[in-house]
């Protein structure tokens, strides 16, 4: 039995460490984001992520794609999961989170300073970013509909990074392309969204 173990132990560790090895000439992108990003209620293979890969791959584009976004995912966590992702050695970031945030409210300079920090740490690792920005629907103000608008331009500018400035542009409120909760974009809808990203970053590629 414990020689099982060792064994069993000795296979989780080699695929753990296969995983970090990239053949040259490949860009390795990864995607922080929350379960818009993630792929929620579609299968993996449909969420826009990996629909950017071979939408590029199609343009002669060699991409390895890292999803490492989480459902629930709010801006606090973002620096501490691009750290541990800077042993994949990404050279592009493409930053989707905030969503969870405004939902709940949460005053929008928080949001920013917690953006802001993500996107130091990719740069002071070479690492590339595209932000994508969100507009909010719900029953906070429109003031605050406003703010959350402009922060993410205005943190775009000032950190001189790449910016699309909503995520769910041409899916957001079509009942075609999302899930019966109107939150959540459907197999069609991640199509949408990845033609557009699979755009904004061919320009950093």
């Not at 800077?86 to 300073?113: C, F, M, R, S, Y």
Request: net charge positive; proline share 2%; aromatic share 8%.
């Amino acid at each position: 039995m414990f020689i099982r173990l060792v064994l069993f132990i000795g296979l989780l560790l080699n695929l753990a460490t296969a995983k970090w090895v990239v053949a040259d000439g490949v860009t390795t992108v990864i995607f922080i984001g929350d379960s818009l990003t993630e792929g929620y209620g579609v299968r993996k293979e449909e969420a826009y992520p990996e629909l950017v890969a071979k939408l590029l791959s199609l343009k002669k584009y060699t991409l390895r794609v890292v999803n490492g976004a989480i459902s629930g995912s709010r801006s606090a966590d973002a620096d501490r999961r691009l750290r541990w992702f800077l042993k994949q050695k990404p050279q592009i970031l493409v930053l989707a989170l905030g969503a969870n945030d405004a939902l709940k409210g949460t005053p929008v300079e928080v949001i920013k300073k917690n953006l802001a920090a993500v996107i130091d740490l990719a740069r002071d690792n070479k690492i590339r970013v595209l932000l994508c920005g969100i507009k909010v629907f719900g029953n906070l103000g429109e003031d605050y509909n406003r703010a959350i608008e402009k922060m993410f331009s205005a943190l775009a500018r000032e950190k001189k990074v790449a910016f699309y400035p909503f995520l769910l542009e041409g899916v957001a409120l079509d009942k075609k392309l999302n899930q019966v909760d109107g939150k959540h974009p459907n197999a069609k809808g991640h199509e949408v969204i990845a033609r557009q990203v699979a755009r904004e970053l061919e320009k950093l590629l």
